[in-house]
């Protein structure tokens, strides 16, 4: 669900402008991508500072505060397709996100910033992320998510925080910085401003690039798996793209993994319960998502585990491996029983 299509009329229309104008189309996904990157810049500026304000580490703010407000808009979306009925999407949104998260966010931060990563944090968030994606690929075989499945997702999403909170350790960051009354209510502005930046900038550059592929003639197939796939996790990837850009490696790490525990946790968990314990769950969520997903998270937690650092060739083996998936889900590459 999007902003715009929330709207009773379009709002160009409303304005008596044409919605369908190609120069509309190219300047509001312009808008939408300039603010993504200024969306982008101001809110992890924003939490940096909270991590240097509050003494708590880069990785635990990246995978909590961080990682709550990226994926917001995936929570309000499954949920509310959940309640109309409309199970597919619920599920595809909250499984596909960690995979594009995976895919497209940790193996740019791998191939452009290899080096140390903090092993205490990121070696027991990891295996949680793991262990969870494992568990929901056992629950899924049936077909369905009932309400026992759910609550122990949420329990385990419980788990996740409570690690976060306890693991505030390994970081320099944890040495506190002066504030004054007026430069706290600034940075809370800017972390409200850029967030909501980042979710009315996915929203525009979504939509109207999805417009424009369409009116040059691109398949709707390869649209819908290009930004409609990745639209959803595009504050996620956009955030820790600009943490990495900013040297904020940590904060960058946790709000992938935290992005990815919360999607595989509380949204499916709730959407269980909305549900009343009867959610459905795709026969490409079984055989695609969650298996590509699982894989991916492997490669990305199970190197850096063992070597405490990231690797270039991991990252290209993972950005490779979602490229495949890619054409997987397109139809462009077709196995029997997997995408049916």
């Known amino acids: 669900m999007t902003l715009t299509a929330a709207l009773p009329v379009p709002l ?25 990157i200024k969306g982008g810049d101001i809110f992890v500026d924003a939490a940096a500072w909270v991590s240097d304000a509050t003494g708590v580490s880069k990785v ?37 996100s960690p995979v594009a998260n995976i895919g ?38 049936d077909g369905r998510l009932n309400v026992t499945e759910g609550l122990v997702l949420f329990a385990l999403f419980g788990v996740s925080m409570v690690v976060n909170i306890k693991s505030n350790d390994g970081d320099d960051s944890r040495v506190k910085i002066p504030q004054t009354n007026l430069s706290v209510l600034i940075n809370i502005g ?57 040297k904020q490696n940590a904060l960058s790490i946790g709000n ?12 499916l968990s709730i959407c269980s319960f909305v549900s009343r314990g009867n959610l459905a769950v795709p026969q490409q969520t079984q055989r695609l998502d969650l298996p590509f997903s699982l894989g991916i998270m492997v490669l990305a937690v199970l190197p850096t585990a063992v070597g405490r650092k990231l690797y270039r060739w991991q990252g ?11 054409l997987l889900i397109s139809g462009i590459i077709n196995i029997q029983g997997v995408t049916a």
């Open 60 to 96: 635990v703010i990246g995978a909590t505060l961080v990682s709550f407000a990226t994926t917001a808009p995936e929570l309000l979306t499954s949920v509310i397709a959940t309640a109309k009925g409309y199970n597919e999407i619920a599920v595809g949104n909250a499984v596909g």
């Open 12 to 36: 160009p229309a409303f304005l008596g402008i044409n919605p369908d104008s190609i120069w509309l189309l190219i300047i509001l996904f312009i808008v939408g991508l300039a603010l993504v």
């Open 190 to 246: 800017k972390f409200i401003v850029g967030a909501a930046a980042l979710v009315l900038g996915s929203n525009l550059l979504v939509d109207n690039g999805q417009r424009l592929a369409e009116t040059v003639g691109i398949p709707p197939a390869v649209v819908g798996v290009t930004f409609v796939a990745i639209g959803t996790s595009l504050p996620e990837v956009v955030t820790s793209i600009t943490a990495v850009i900013k």
């Open 316 to 326: 290209a083996i993972i950005f490779a491996i979602y490229v495949v998936y890619i």
């Open 256 to 267: 992938i993994v935290g992005a990815n525990i919360l999607d595989n946790t509380l949204i």
């Open 104 to 141: 497209l966010g940790f193996a740019i931060l791998a191939m452009f910033t290899p080096g140390a990563v903090l092993d205490g944090s990121f070696k027991l968030k990891g295996a949680i992320m793991v262990g969870v994606t494992a568990l929901l690929l056992a629950f899924s075989l």
